[in-house]
Each structure stands twice: as structure tokens, then as C-alpha cells.
């Protein structure tokens, strides 16, 4: 009794699909070179140590990539933000009243977050 010969079937690539992750590390890098290319601190005007600072929370997703959400600053006032909230706080909605009212309101909404699109738009820049 003869047994078939095996055939090898042709297998289709695989595509891989790109993790979120990876996808959300891209963004984030993009978009610090993004604001930092102000190239001066936002509040004292500093040009050295120029750093990414978000007034919400990054994990605010619909706010993460926003620009309205972060300032460009220098290492010593993203610290002072860090260690005096309430009083940073109050500097930027005295300095920027419009950008504060956006924030809030913008703050509350849900949006779905597409971070291929997001990546897309800031290599565009």
C-alpha cells in the first residue's frame, strides 16, 4: 500500500499588525520634538533643557496629542509644576485664559483615538 505524498501548502504572509503600543511610543516621540521645537520655555524663556509638559494628564487620551494641552518647558519650571499643582495651575489660567476654557471644556468629551492617523498628521509636520 502506497501512502500520498504530503504537499506543502503555500502559506499567505502574514502581515503583522502594529501594536498599540509601539504605534503610541511613536506618537509620543513625534510629538515632543513637535513642541520642543519652540525652542524656548514658555514661562521663563529659558533655552536650554526644553522639555514636553502636559496641564491634563496624559492618560486623558482625546487631550494626550493635543497642543493646546502642553507647554514647552524648560527642566526647572516642569518641575516647579510638578511640585506646586495648585500654583501652576493658576499661572496658566492667568497667562492662558482661552487655552484653559478649550481644555475644560475638551476635557469631558470621548473620542476614539486613531493613533495610525495621529502618527500619519505629526510626520507631516
Not at 30 to 54: M, P, V, W, Y
Request: charged letters at 35%; a positive charge.
Amino acid at each position: 500500500m502506497k501512502f500520498p505524498k504530503k504537499v506543502a501548502h503555500k502559506r499567505k504572509p502574514k502581515i503583522k499588525k502594529v501594536k498599540k503600543t509601539t504605534l503610541k511610543r511613536k506618537c509620543d516621540i513625534l510629538f515632543s520634538k513637535l513642541i520642543r521645537s519652540l525652542d524656548h520655555c514658555e514661562r521663563d524663556g529659558e533655552l536650554k533643557n526644553l522639555q514636553t509638559a502636559h496641564i491634563y494628564s496624559r492618560r486623558i487620551l482625546n487631550l494626550r496629542y493635543d497642543p493646546q494641552n502642553v507647554l514647552c518647558l524648560c527642566s526647572r519650571c516642569h518641575f516647579w509644576m510638578h511640585q506646586n499643582p495648585l500654583e501652576a495651575m493658576a499661572w496658566f489660567n492667568k497667562a492662558y485664559p482661552d487655552r484653559a476654557e478649550y481644555l475644560i471644556k475638551k476635557r469631558n468629551t470621548i473620542e476614539k483615538i486613531d493613533y495610525n492617523k495621529i502618527l500619519k498628521d505629526l510626520q507631516e509636520f
